[in-house]
């Protein structure tokens, strides 16, 4: 039953391939290359088509700056589709910028330390496979160490965002605190991703003066990080993005470990993953609520909202057996309640739950492909499995959009797709459910 679909999934994935070899996100929305965009992408190619999956991986660390960095968005062409672009960012004020390519200078979750080892683990050809990741893996690891060197403020093993585009999830209600603290200018800019998408399920343009500010805050200093750290308003470290470098760290260990070199990085990267995951548990985990929150370093404070952030660390092996049943209990009754599919990407019963607008209710493929991973992993079968199921049927009742109203009845209705449509990581991620899982 689901063959077309994998045959229209591929066809998305193949119309929105570009050379030099990457697949942006979403036509006229989004028409350049996203960092974990093209991890998560890589993923779904992996299944079918190698080459693509390793060319997409290729192509973003080749982007990567002298000092480890790799930015969230190259600009591999002019585009009038998307605002802001490169000439708004001008990331090649920091000096370890990149010459060869336009790019912005934040980051995005780092995923493509464990998109690495889930090529490895869908090649047909274990010994290309292998190769490829001798190849860039040192890449990766420096990544990791310009992160650990200079987003992680307090030594602690959890590194910090400055940009709610760094964490994303661009506009989840969590900001809104953020947002709240600060007295941005009022710009005068036209929006491009609104003559797209239906406003509604957009930002709203007070919302945008708060990114551009931010960005013209690390232009002040030159994309400094120290500098940033030190005048920034939005200093938070995230639950999703410091899963997923523990995740990513993780698979570097035994990817070096396969490769059989490297044994001066592991010994660092478990360093660090010690670390990381004791002050992940400290800090972050709230008793009350039942799962992890995001921390205001700024303002010294745990941000109070759950989230589909909040579930990540099982993606990442973090909980142990009594936080892993407290997490999954609240996943299972407070976001995957009556009339709802898995997962929300807002506490469905929180003030802010917006079902409709981008990342305040609505549910994402590839954070359910996470959570079904990681509750997987914990064999927690019965909800992983219907993560998994209720990704299948949005999709297949909706088509393959940005994200989905988690309300049943909007959904099966077909009328809960949002955002932008033929949506790369959609496919991908729905390929891999399809094919990987079956
Ligand atoms: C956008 O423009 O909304 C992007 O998601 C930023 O990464």
């Given at each position: 039953?689901?063959e077309?679909?994998?045959?229209?999934?591929?066809e998305?994935l193949?119309?929105?391939?570009?050379?030099?070899?990457?697949?942006?996100?979403?036509?006229?929305?989004?028409?350049?290359?996203?960092?974990?965009?093209?991890?998560?992408?890589a993923?779904?190619?992996?299944?079918?088509?190698?080459?693509?999956?390793?060319?997409?991986?290729r192509?973003?660390?080749?982007?990567?700056?002298?000092?480890?960095?790799?930015?969230?968005?190259?600009?591999?062409?002019?585009?009038?589709?998307?605002?802001?672009?490169?000439?708004?960012h001008?990331?090649?004020?920091?000096?370890?910028?990149t010459t060869?390519?336009?790019?912005?200078?934040?980051?995005?979750?780092?995923?493509?330390?464990?998109?690495?080892?889930e090529?490895?683990?869908?090649?047909?050809?274990?010994?290309?496979?292998?190769?490829?990741?001798r190849?860039?893996?040192?890449?990766v690891?420096?990544n990791?160490?310009?992160?650990y060197?200079?987003?992680?403020?307090l030594?602690e093993?959890?590194?910090?965002?400055?940009?709610?585009?760094?964490?994303?999830?661009?506009?989840?209600?969590?900001?809104?605190?953020?947002?709240?603290?600060?007295?941005s200018?009022?710009?005068t800019?036209e929006?491009?991703?609104?003559?797209?998408?239906?406003?509604?399920?957009?930002?709203?343009?007070?919302?945008?003066?708060h990114y551009?500010?931010?960005?013209d805050?690390?232009?002040?200093?030159?994309?400094?990080?120290?500098?940033?750290?030190?005048h920034?308003?939005?200093?938070?470290?995230?639950?999703?993005?410091?899963?997923?470098?523990?995740?990513s760290?993780q698979?570097?260990?035994?990817?070096?470990?396969?490769?059989?070199?490297g044994?001066?990085?592991?010994?660092?990267?478990?360093?660090?993953?010690?670390?990381?995951?004791?002050?992940y548990?400290?800090?972050?985990?709230?008793e009350?609520?039942?799962?992890?929150?995001?921390y205001?370093?700024?303002?010294?404070?745990k941000?109070?909202?759950?989230?589909?952030?909040?579930?990540v660390?099982l993606?990442?092996?973090?909980p142990?057996?009594?936080?892993?049943?407290e997490?999954?209990?609240?996943?299972?009754?407070?976001?995957?309640?009556?009339?709802?599919?898995?997962?929300?990407?807002?506490?469905?019963?929180?003030?802010?739950?917006?079902?409709?607008?981008?990342?305040r209710?609505?549910?994402?493929?590839?954070?359910?492909?996470?959570?079904?991973?990681?509750?997987k992993?914990?064999?927690?079968n019965?909800?992983?499995?219907?993560?998994?199921?209720?990704?299948?049927?949005v999709?297949?009742?909706?088509g393959?959009?940005?994200?989905?109203?988690?309300?049943?009845?909007?959904?099966?209705?077909?009328?809960?797709?949002?955002?932008?449509?033929?949506?790369?990581?959609?496919?991908?991620?729905y390929?891999?459910?399809?094919?990987?899982?079956?």
């Open positions: 039953m689901s077309p679909l994998i045959t229209k999934a591929k998305i193949n119309g929105n391939y570009r050379e030099p070899g990457f697949t942006l996100p979403s036509q006229g929305l989004y028409p350049f290359q996203w960092n974990w965009d093209s991890g998560l992408i993923i779904g190619y992996a299944n079918y088509d190698m080459e693509r999956a390793q060319n997409e991986i192509t973003l660390l080749d982007t990567q700056w002298k000092n480890g960095f790799i930015p969230h968005i190259t600009f591999h062409r002019e585009s009038n589709t998307y605002f802001p672009g490169p000439k708004f001008q990331a090649s004020l920091h000096p370890d910028a060869r390519y336009k790019t912005t200078g934040m980051i995005q979750p780092p995923v493509i330390g464990f998109v690495l080892k090529l490895l683990d869908r090649a047909q050809d274990k010994k290309g496979a292998l190769e490829f990741t190849k860039v893996i040192d890449k690891y420096e990791h160490l310009y992160l060197n200079n987003r992680d403020l030594g093993g959890l590194i910090y965002i400055f940009h709610n585009w760094e964490s994303g999830t661009d506009n989840s209600p969590i900001w809104d605190t953020i947002w709240e603290t600060m007295d200018p009022r710009y800019f929006r491009r991703d609104t003559n797209q998408v239906d406003p509604s399920q957009r930002p709203s343009n007070r919302e945008y003066d551009l500010a931010l960005i805050l690390a232009k002040k200093y030159r994309y400094n990080d120290s500098k940033i750290a030190e920034s308003p939005f200093l938070v470290q995230d639950p999703l993005v410091n899963a997923l470098l523990i995740k760290n698979s570097l260990i035994k990817l070096y470990q396969i490769c059989g070199f044994e001066d990085k592991i010994r660092q990267l478990e360093k660090w993953q010690a670390l990381s995951i004791a002050n548990e400290s800090k972050f985990y709230d009350d609520l039942g799962a992890y929150l995001h205001d370093l700024r303002n010294k404070r941000i109070r909202m759950l989230t589909s952030s909040s579930f660390a993606f990442a092996g973090i142990g057996a009594k936080r892993t049943s997490i999954a209990g609240i996943l299972e009754q407070r976001f995957g309640g009556e009339g709802l599919y898995l997962c929300a990407s807002f506490d469905p019963e929180g003030e802010r739950f917006d079902p409709k607008r981008y990342w209710g609505p549910l994402w493929i590839n954070v359910n492909w996470m959570l079904y991973h990681g509750l992993s914990y064999g927690i019965k909800l992983a499995e219907q993560i998994r199921s209720d990704s299948i049927e999709v297949e009742q909706n393959f959009y940005e994200y989905f109203d988690p309300r049943r009845s909007i959904a099966k209705e077909g009328k809960g797709g949002y955002g932008g449509s033929n949506f790369s990581w959609t496919a991908a991620l390929i891999d459910f399809i094919l990987r899982e079956s």
